[in-house]
């Protein structure tokens, strides 16, 4: 009797499943359980519910020619899924889950694409057309470095924003790379670098869910481990001034007023022509001197020139030795804003005409073995002179001259704040000479060093409306003092009579004086 309410279960849940496309199948054949038929007339097996619960599983079957949860891939081929649930509700749920989305056209194929190979996808569909050399060598190594190596088997629709969550912890506890041009500065993965490898990721899944590989992006709303950004050293304008002063390197010299003055990162230096330098003597009489910054000089490696076909690339230099992976380049910089006009003070554009002047001697002197790329900022024989360079010289004239330990680019910072104290906070004309493409930049990161402006601003608030002499009679209101009734201490005061005869006899003659007459 047992055994015939199973196997009635049984054959109600087979019935059930084949008429709504869902059929709960054995992972292996069993002689105990039931037998049914199905619409097409062929048999299939079924576990009793006895055989289902000492499994602990239950599958969901599908035919590829049912619905709900048979489908058409991209090849144009039926399939068939199986999916595996720890219960007969959780089983039911999906089987509802994909009703649904089959009947609002939201069903997606399944597919067995791992992260590694859809990043691959990506790179080639979405990061060619848009991506620079620079940012094209950036992602593939983050791809590369930290992303394929840790989650890169995993499918792409079996990320989940937990095992979001479970990535970021891994990548919290794992050791950064070292490259052969590049060594890691923290031990451990920085959280700034967290924060890029979840924005490319973010972006990848955005297009799997254009491209219809996922129905939700699994990296929307994801909580970032929080990057506190140190409060960069920078140099004062005196200390800038007394570094100059000690400078005997040409090239850095030149090197550091441009970052100063005009606030010039160290790929645009590297990368300013003579043709966009504007110092003639009537630009610097009309105080309308300036440069003209739209290219930067910087390495990318062969691959990703190869790749993206020269894009945004102005010239290649031949290297010295043909067999690096890497070249020197002139490119476009990095976003729009950052091709701008600066203005320059009249002393650095003579500055310029003196340097221009010794360049132009040196050029006579070698003739053709100076090769002229018109680049102000040279090596003597013309060729690019890479950041390293200037690195190091900046790193020894930072040392003989005793001063803070700070990095070239703080130079820059300490431009922007200097600006931002001159012009009173002016972000917008700052903004211009930096070339930053959001203004939060100039606010969150560089102006930190304006605390003496808001103690000038607390300072000029008390001259404008405090020091006003109607406000300053204004006072709170004093209480009464409280009057204490006195006290008499007779034994002190017969001690002062005892030692004082004088003092006795001027008390008596008091006293007498004020007795009343008879």
Same mark, same amino acid.
């Given at each position: ?74 090849? &144009? ?6 999916? %595996? ?63 394929? #190596? ?10 989940? =924003? ?9 990548? !919290? ?62 140099? %004062? ?9 000690? +400078? ?9 007023? *441009? ?7 160290? &790929? ?25 910054? $739209?290219?930067? *000089? ?60 010794? !360049?132009?001697?040196?050029? &006579?002197? *070698? ?10 900022? /040279?090596?003597?024989?013309?060729? =690019? +002179?890479?950041d390293r360079i200037i690195l190091k010289e900046f790193a020894k004239l930072r040392e ?16 922007t704040t200097y600006k931002l104290k001159l012009n009173h906070g002016d972000l917008k ?23 003496? $402006? ?14 006003? #002499? ?33 003092? /006795?006899?001027? *008390? ?11």
């Amino acid at each position: 009797m047992k055994q015939s309410k199973i196997s009635r279960r049984s054959f109600l849940l087979g019935l059930g499943a084949v008429s709504a496309a869902a059929v709960l199948t054995a992972c292996g054949g069993s002689s105990s359980a039931s037998t049914a038929t199905a619409a097409s007339g062929s048999s299939v097996v079924y576990r009793t519910l006895d055989q289902i619960k000492e499994s602990g599983t239950i599958n969901i079957g599908v035919f590829s020619d049912k619905n709900p949860f048979g489908y058409v891939d991209e090849n &144009g081929e039926t399939k068939q899924k199986w999916e %595996t649930r720890t219960s007969y509700q959780e089983a039911l749920k999906r089987k509802a889950e994909i009703e649904s989305q089959k009947s609002s056209n939201s069903f997606l194929p399944p597919t067995n694409q791992n992260i590694a190979e859809f990043l691959s996808d990506f790179v080639s569909l979405y990061g060619e057309k848009r991506w620079g050399v620079s940012m094209y060598d950036s992602q593939t190594a983050l791809i590369a470095n930290y992303i394929n #190596p840790i989650i890169g088997d995993m499918e792409v629709q079996a990320v989940t =924003p937990r095992a979001v969550d479970g990535y970021i912890q891994t990548l !919290q506890k794992t050791k950064s790379v070292s490259t052969k041009t590049r060594k890691a500065v923290t031990t451990y993965v920085s959280d700034k670098t967290i924060e890029k490898i979840i924005k490319l990721l973010r972006c990848a899944f955005k297009q799997a869910v254009r491209w219809e590989i996922i129905a939700r992006n699994p990296f929307d709303n994801v909580i970032l481990p929080k990057t506190e950004y140190a409060k960069r050293d920078i140099w %004062t304008a005196d200390m800038i001034r007394l570094a100059l002063d000690k +400078c005997t390197d040409s090239k850095l010299y030149v090197a550091m007023n *441009l970052s100063f003055a005009c606030s010039l990162r160290m &790929g645009e230096i590297l990368g300013l022509t003579w043709e966009n330098v504007h110092i003639s003597d009537e630009d610097i009489a009309a105080d309308n001197a300036y440069v003209y910054i $739209d290219k930067e *000089l910087t390495r990318a490696s062969k691959r990703a020139i190869e790749t993206l076909g020269e894009k945004d690339i102005y010239y290649i230099f031949t290297p010295l030795m043909p067999n690096t992976s890497t070249r020197i380049v002139l490119k476009k910089p990095k976003t729009d804003s950052s091709i701008r006009k600066v203005w320059l003070p009249k002393t650095l554009a003579y500055i310029l005409r003196e340097w221009k002047k010794s !360049q132009d001697e040196l050029k &006579g002197f *070698l003739g053709d073995e100076y090769q002229d790329f018109d680049l102000v900022v /040279a090596l003597p024989n013309g060729r =690019p +002179c890479e950041d390293r360079i200037i690195l190091k010289e900046f790193a020894k004239l930072r040392e003989d001259a005793g001063l803070p330990k700070v990095v070239f680019h703080s130079l820059r910072h300490s431009s922007t704040t200097y600006k931002l104290k001159l012009n009173h906070g002016d972000l917008k004309a700052t903004q211009g000479d930096t070339g930053h493409a959001q203004i939060d930049m100039i606010t969150s990161v560089y102006a930190h060093i304006l605390d003496e $402006d808001r103690k000038i601003n607390a300072q000029k608030f008390e001259s404008a409306f405090y020091a006003k #002499p109607d406000l300053r009679n204004v006072r709170p209101p004093e209480e009464p003092a409280k009057s204490e009734p006195a006290t008499l201490d007779l034994e002190s005061l017969v001690e002062q009579l005892q030692k004082s005869p004088e003092l /006795a006899s001027a *008390l008596a003659a008091l006293i007498a004086a004020q007795a009343p007459a008879k």
